[in-house]
Structures are given as C-alpha cells and as structure tokens.
C-alpha cells in the first residue's frame, strides 16, 4: 500500500512520536542532574567554578564517567593500558 501526502501507517506515527518523547524525557533529566550537580558542590557561577578545587573536580568527573559514558570510559581505560604494555 503506497503512502500518499500526509497519511503514514499508525505505527510510523507511535515510532516517531514515542522517539520524539523519549530525547525530551532524556533532556530533561540530564538538565536535571546537571543542575544538581552545581546545587550539590555550591556552584551557581561562572566565578564559583574558578574557585573549585581538585577535590570537587574530581568527583564531578567521577559521577560523569560512571553515569554518563560508563562503557566509554571503561574502553578508553583498556585500551591506555594496552598501549603501555604493548
């Protein structure tokens, strides 16, 4: 059956609406845990993050790669070790 103009077969529409919801939820919630961050360590300025200390930064990082890019981390990870033993 050859779609025509506007009329898409209902599940195109349930596909590219739930996929269109589901980037607005993921947004939202990393907006969220971005902002928790910077309530969590003080942090409200552009000022403020000058002053952060290594401590800080290092637990920041720390949840990043651990919430945000844990297989990419852990690949980078073996792979720099490969290249030193190797």
Do not use: C
């Not at 025509?4 to 589901?22: C, D, E, K, Q």
């Not at 607005?24 to 952060?52: E, G, P, S, W, Y």
Request: aromatic content about 16%; proline content about 5%.
């Amino acid at each position: 059956m050859p779609v025509s103009g506007f009329l898409r077969p209902p599940w195109l529409t349930i596909l590219i609406t739930s996929f269109v919801a589901y980037m607005f939820i993921v947004a939202k919630l990393r907006n969220r845990r971005a902002l928790a961050l910077q309530k969590h360590f003080n942090m409200l300025t552009r000022d403020d993050f000058a002053k952060m200390t290594t401590d800080n930064a290092h637990e920041i990082l720390k949840d990043l790669t651990e919430l945000e890019f844990p297989k990419f981390m852990g690949f980078s990870i073996v792979f720099a070790l490969f290249k030193v033993f190797f």
